[in-house]
């Protein structure tokens, strides 16, 4: 069980431990990721969620930390075979990869092959073999709530840690609605990352207090000084 979060009784340190600090835009340099690294060292963060290319560049940078590595797969559409994405998973955790934010495929389910889905899904945990967090991205800006709450079974069936709102390249990304939603439609196991638009303080308390544990955001820095500020 993935314990739930208080916001009346949350503390820096615990909400530094929700951030996984996303450097997945296309145009970021080694630079930029290494910069990026060192401000989620600073703030001991959960993890970095970097493209498949900077795996093992960030696992370099973090390894002295207790940040983790995470990548994506079958990013940010899909809609790559199953092999791929297994292969993708098996290659990042070779890289140094502990999470991998792996994204549904979003025609398969809305065309009702829920079969198909699952095991898409179960592949890439299998892959994971323990050595790594599977988070299943459902891209809910494309899907009906009845395809959200089956999404939202066929990832916990497969044996995925987390269940998470979006890519953050549709466009939009968390909504209170479909937290709700889905923390209503998986156990107590499974964990929800919110990802897409929380940039502030206020609205990273706001999916807390509907049962988020992980949010993936740009705006690290911006959340945590801001929550800093106001314990002052």
Same mark, same amino acid.
């Given at each position: 069980?993935?314990?739930?979060?208080?916001?009346?009784?949350?503390?820096?340190?615990?909400?530094?431990?929700?951030?996984?600090?996303?450097?997945?835009?296309?145009?970021?340099?080694?630079?930029?990721?290494?910069?990026?690294?060192?401000?989620?060292?600073?703030?001991?963060?959960?993890?970095?969620?970097?493209?498949?290319?900077?795996?093992?560049?960030?696992?370099?940078?973090?390894?002295?930390?207790?940040?983790?590595?995470?990548?994506?797969?079958?990013?940010?559409?899909?809609?790559?075979?199953?092999?791929?994405?297994?292969?993708? +998973? #098996? !290659?990042? /955790? &070779?890289? $140094?990869?502990?999470?991998?934010?792996?994204?549904?495929?979003?025609?398969? =389910?809305?065309?009702?092959?829920?079969?198909?889905?699952?095991?898409?899904?179960?592949?890439?945990?299998?892959?994971?073999?323990?050595?790594?967090?599977?988070?299943?991205?459902?891209?809910?800006?494309?899907?009906?709530?009845?395809?959200?709450?089956?999404?939202?079974?066929?990832?916990?069936?497969?044996?995925?840690?987390?269940?998470?709102?979006?890519?953050?390249?549709?466009?939009?990304?968390?909504?209170?609605?479909?937290?709700?939603?889905?923390?209503?439609?998986?156990?107590?196991?499974?964990?929800?990352?919110?990802?897409?638009?929380?940039?502030?303080?206020?609205? +990273? #308390? !706001?999916? /807390? &207090?509907? $049962?988020?544990?992980?949010?993936?955001?740009?705006?690290?820095?911006?959340? =945590?000084?801001?929550?800093?500020?106001?314990?002052?």
């Amino acid at each position: 069980m993935i314990p739930q979060l208080k916001v009346e009784t949350l503390t820096f340190e615990q909400l530094a431990k929700t951030i996984d600090h996303s450097l997945l835009k296309p145009e970021l340099t080694d630079d930029d990721v290494i910069a990026g690294c060192e401000l989620a060292k600073r703030y001991n963060v959960a993890s970095v969620c970097v493209k498949p290319y900077h795996v093992p560049l960030a696992a370099r940078l973090l390894a002295d930390s207790d940040v983790k590595v995470g990548t994506v797969v079958g990013f940010p559409h899909g809609g790559v075979t199953t092999e791929t994405k297994t292969f993708e +998973a #098996r !290659d990042a /955790i &070779a890289n $140094g990869a502990e999470e991998l934010d792996m994204v549904i495929n979003i025609g398969a =389910l809305r065309s009702g092959q829920d079969d198909f889905v699952r095991e898409d899904i179960r592949a890439v945990v299998e892959a994971a073999e323990g050595r790594a967090l599977v988070k299943v991205i459902l891209e809910n800006h494309y899907l009906t709530e009845e395809e959200k709450r089956r999404a939202c079974r066929l990832a916990e069936e497969a044996g995925a840690d987390y269940v998470k709102t979006a890519t953050g390249y549709a466009p939009t990304g968390a909504t209170i609605e479909d937290l709700k939603l889905m923390r209503d439609s998986v156990g107590p196991e499974v964990g929800i990352k919110a990802a897409g638009g929380v940039r502030s303080w206020e609205a +990273a #308390r !706001d999916v /807390i &207090a509907v $049962g988020v544990t992980r949010i993936g955001a740009t705006s690290t820095e911006r959340i =945590l000084e801001e929550f800093r500020a106001q314990q002052q």
